[in-house]
């Protein structure tokens, strides 16, 4: 029995070369009696939020369709990067509040590839015997926003303002 939770975040306008890393940073519920390991792989097919939080929602996603209009994953329970090689990170979680994981590939191919328009997040996966997500880990966008997740991107900085910062201004 897999655990999956989907996360996409919307990525600003950059220049794709001037990314330097990106990491996404995940907070756990007050429940800290899970542990065991977090893997998150990138997605391969757009797929549709639902209206709600827990269990599959109208216009939301299950494990057979990407969206309730009846539209079926290619591969049950999500399609994603797995197939072709590794995740993107992977984490033991034992007993960290947060927890952070490097994306920066990801991330540099979805600038590299057209941005949002390949950009259809990422799945995190545990299997039975690691953590449950949707339990141990808070996602959802209605929290406190202490808790949401964050993907922050670290890029080069514009010429004009590494001069301004060297002359001190």
Known sequence: ????????????????????????????????????????????????????SG?????????????????PWTTEGAWFVSSFGWPTATHVVSGEQSFTLDVTFDVQWWYA?????NNF????????????????????SDDAADGRPVLNINVIPEPATLALFALGL
């Open 113 to 117: 590839n057209g941005g949002n328009l």
């Open 121 to 140: 997040g990422w799945v995190l996966s545990s299997h039975e015997t690691d953590l449950v997500l949707p339990e141990g880990i808070r996602l959802l």
């Open 1 to 52: 029995n897999d655990a999956r939770t989907l996360l996409r975040f919307e990525l600003p306008s950059l220049n794709p070369a001037d990314i330097v890393s990106a990491t996404l940073t995940l907070t756990r519920n007050d429940d800290l009696s899970d542990e065991g390991t977090v893997r998150i792989y990138r997605l391969l097919e757009s797929w549709s939020e639902g209206t709600g």
């Open 55 to 71: 269990a599959a929602q109208t216009g939301g996603v299950d494990w057979f369709h990407r969206s309730h209009d009846g539209t």
